[in-house]
């Protein structure tokens, strides 16, 4: 009798916990995708300010090339999301900071090395929490910032 | 129905629910207490009208177009990553309260009166706020001589504003070091000279002495493009090849080389160890050890000199993406 009146309960848990983990989950890619993005970024030199001055400058289409792998990268976790990767990349704050030091009005932070920072958000399908009464999309914000060092 | 059974199991998991037995943790145990709150920069008193700088000083300009003197000043478009703000706006002859402050002083028109412009206060951002580093005059004034009299009295009035206008002949009068700012070349860009100008003097320009002739001085250089200017450091990125031309000049006058030989390098991976009119190309793989600078280190020979042996170097520092926490 126990076992019938608990059983309702562990199913709860059970879709909780498995929903949860899916989610961890998506987020470890998503967060993956958004690193790899800005790390690709901030690999490409200014070679016109390389040779004028021989300080690292970023490319002037360091953003644009952080938006176009982001949506590449995020192409391999599509199905978990809620929308395409192209209009969640399109749809990303990502900042190119070429010269240093320089501040970062949105994050208040101040970058010692040209830099770009990513941030999105990334709505994710979670049908286990829409089976228990939760939102059927949950949105993750994703943040990812790297520079030369 | 889906209400219905959300209560039941709320309610089937609150009756069923027993005591979890849990105790106050020991002293020892307690997690490590959080850092204090880093103070957000955004926080800071900022002073007011303090602005990001684009455009930077370069230099102050004085051309002559027929009666008309023009006192400007050039700038060049480029973010130093520092702020400034607009702190005094003076005309013609009128003194403030900055007046011998700017490092690049303040200039006068040829009857004494001092001219009109701007005083901007810079500042860099630092992890105690915007710190002043240095005030900068921006000249903005013009007179015009009358011929007829030839009096000395000019009618000074303010100067249009002009800029976005070409790059003509008029060349910068003076050459104060532009603080807070990277080092410009004339192959930048300017702006605010007037077409068809002259170079006047300044009026606070002193008699130059006659200068001697000399002989010819040959200098040896790196740089990264074969027109390039010649660096004494640069920064590469972590497996990117890159192209070193060693150089001569004669009186600042490029001229030819004959050869040039590596005589010590760190690279990784290098296209020669010497060579004639091509540049050397190298790469670096590993990163260096922490405190540790790496060089080039050339030995150049000229067309114009082939016997006299030239030095050049050049500081190499690698960077690599890394991901910022």
């Not at chain 1, 990502?94 to 501040?103: D, E, L």
């Amino acid at each position: 009798m126990t076992t019938l009146l608990a059983l309702p309960l562990l199913l709860v848990v059970l879709v909780g916990v498995l929903e949860l983990g899916a989610l961890r989950a998506v987020a470890y890619r998503a967060a993956a995708a958004a690193d790899l993005a800005t790390l690709v970024a901030v690999g490409d030199q200014d070679q016109i300010e390389l040779a004028r001055s021989g300080n690292l400058r970023l490319a002037a289409d360091a953003a644009d090339t952080a938006r176009d792998y982001f949506a590449r990268n995020l192409s391999a976790t599509a199905p978990a999301l809620a929308a395409s990767a192209t209009a969640i990349a399109a749809s990303a704050d990502i900042a190119s900071f070429p010269t240093a030091p320089s501040f970062d009005p949105r994050t208040g932070v101040r970058y010692e090395r040209p830099t770009v920072r990513l941030i999105a958000l990334v709505p994710v399908k979670t049908p286990g929490f829409a089976a228990l009464l939760m939102p059927a999309v949950t949105t993750l914000t994703i943040r990812s910032t790297s520079s030369p060092r | 129905m889906k209400k219905c059974t959300a209560i039941l199991l709320m309610s089937i998991a609150l009756l069923s629910s027993i005591s979890a037995n849990a105790r106050e943790p020991l002293d020892d145990e307690s997690l490590p207490l959080p850092p204090p709150p880093v103070p957000d920069p955004v926080a800071f008193v900022v002073p007011p009208g303090v602005y990001y700088v684009t455009d930077t000083y370069v230099a102050d300009v004085v051309a002559t177009s027929d009666a008309t003197t023009t006192y400007s000043t050039t700038t060049v478009h480029e973010s130093t990553g520092t702020y400034a703000r607009v702190i005094d706006n003076v005309s013609t002859g009128a003194s403030s309260a900055f007046d011998g402050m700017a490092f690049n002083g303040r200039g006068a028109l040829t009857d004494g009166q001092a001219l009109a412009g701007t005083y901007y206060e810079n500042f860099v951002l630092t992890a105690g706020g915007y710190v002043p580093v240095s005030i900068v005059f921006f000249q903005d004034d013009s007179e015009t001589k009358r011929r007829q009299t030839g009096s000395s009295s000019a009618a000074a009035t303010k100067a249009a504003a002009t800029s976005g206008a070409a790059v003509t002949s008029a060349q910068p009068v003076t050459s104060a070091p532009v603080t807070s700012a990277q080092p410009v070349t004339s192959a930048q860009p300017v702006t605010s000279a007037q077409p068809g100008s002259i170079i006047a003097p300044p009026p606070s320009s002193k008699p130059q002495a006659p200068i001697e002739p000399v002989g010819p001085t040959l200098r040896a250089g790196i740089s990264l493009a074969p027109d390039g200017p010649t660096l004494a450091s640069a920064e590469v990125l972590r497996g990117r090849l890159v192209q070193f031309w060693p150089r001569v000049f004669v009186n600042d006058v490029a001229v030819p080389i004959q050869s040039w030989r590596l005589l010590s390098a760190q690279p990784d991976h290098i296209s020669a160890n010497a060579g004639s009119t091509q540049p050397l190309t190298a790469q670096w793989i590993r990163m260096p050890a922490p405190g540790v600078s790496w060089s080039l280190r050339f030995e150049i020979f000229s067309l114009v000199a082939p016997t006299e042996r030239l030095e050049a170097q050049i500081a190499i520092t690698v960077r690599s993406p890394a991901l910022v926490d």
